[in-house]
């Protein structure tokens, strides 16, 4: 059973930046995802990437984050700019789709002035 571990998250102002960071048994040819829980709402979707260097995004962070893999590390990143109130969230890393038994405790973004 793989759960992976979350990090980076933090307080920062509207407009800032922040990394968020993704370790684990990722397996090399796996396609990887950032997930997010708002407060009061379902956890959804926020961007993903394959084996490769294919990314997707949602409509509601594409153009401002960045999701990426260090294979060699087996880590996934997901770097956040232009950061919103709406942005406030626990993230997630899971498996692209997301595999029910792997979820972690997540990092929690808070975007406050």
């Known amino acids: 059973q793989v759960q992976f571990v979350e990090s980076g998250g933090g307080l920062v102002q509207p407009g800032g930046s922040l990394r968020l960071s993704c370790a684990g048994g990722?397996?090399?040819?796996?396609?990887m995802g950032w997930y997010r829980q708002a407060p009061g709402k379902q956890r959804e979707y926020v961007a993903s990437?394959?084996?490769?260097?294919?990314?997707t995004y949602s409509t509601a962070v594409q153009g401002r984050f960045t999701i990426s893999r260090d294979t060699a590390k087996s880590t996934l990143y997901l770097e956040m700019n232009s950061l919103e109130f709406d942005d406030t969230a626990v993230y997630f890393c899971?498996?692209?789709?997301?595999?029910?038994?792997?979820w972690g405790r997540g990092t929690r973004v808070t975007v406050s002035a």
């Open positions: 899971n498996n692209f789709p997301p595999r029910d038994n792997a």
């Open positions: 990437i394959d084996s490769g260097i294919t990314t």
């Open positions: 990722m397996a090399t040819l796996a396609s």
